[in-house]
């Protein structure tokens, strides 16, 4: 019998990524955890002695990441902040193994909330200030609304201009989708 591969989706292919890299112990950041399904693969991977931040604007966002990470037994591994990944150094003083933002909107929210262009790359810089040397900085966009059009746009301008020797850059999409369809972009701090 042929073995059949099925692609990952983004998001499941950005676990992939995060788990080669996160381990027993680590601290990530999840800087927009909307409905916790990120923030609670982080909060699996560093285990007891590991520790989240995970970051919304929206209270419905904050509550179901909660409610999620109580179910799965990993709560006391989180600390959920209600505020802009923008003002993540007002929160965190320590290095990342890792952050991750999956933009957009809310899932089962008001789409009308989204992330924003301008605060996304602010957050990014703020985000690489926390990254740690080996640290990976993970981004699914979502281009295929108006808002994540512009978004993708200013973030790839942003990315390429990201210095060489410090940082490597990697794009990963499906390129024959319709409708612009999601893809990441992958920063892995080299020094």
């Keep these: 019998m042929e073995k059949v591969i099925r692609l990952p989706k983004m998001t499941e292919y950005a676990h992939q990524l995060l788990g080669e890299i996160l381990t027993e112990g680590d601290m990530a950041i999840d800087a927009t955890c909307g409905n ?20 919304d604007i929206q209270e419905r966002a904050i509550r179901n990441t909660s409610e999620r990470l109580e179910r799965a037994g990993v709560r006391e591994r989180v600390i959920t902040i209600l505020d802009s990944h923008a003002k993540m150094k007002e929160h965190i003083s320590e290095e990342a193994k890792a952050i991750i933002f999956n ?5 089962g929210g008001d789409k009308q909330v989204t992330t924003k262009a301008e605060t996304t790359l602010a957050a990014l810089k703020v985000s690489l200030e926390l ?52 893809y990441i972009l ?3 701090r080299v020094n």
Excluded: C, M
Excluded at 103 to 107: N, W
Excluded at 133 to 149: D, I, M, N, S, T
Excluded at 152 to 163: C, N, R
């Design 36 to 55: 916790g399904h990120d923030t609670l693969f982080l909060a699996q991977r560093v285990g007891e002695n590991g520790r989240i931040y995970a970051f």
């Design 103 to 107: 933009l957009g909107y809310l899932p």
């Design 131 to 182: 990254l740690q040397k080996g640290g990976l900085l993970l981004v699914v966009l979502y281009p295929g609304h108006e808002e994540g059009k512009v978004e993708s746009d200013l973030l790839l301008s942003w990315a390429k201009g990201l210095e060489s020797e410090r940082y490597k850059v990697l794009r990963v999409d499906y390129l024959n989708l319709n409708n612009d369809p999601p």
């Design 186 to 188: 992958a920063i892995y």
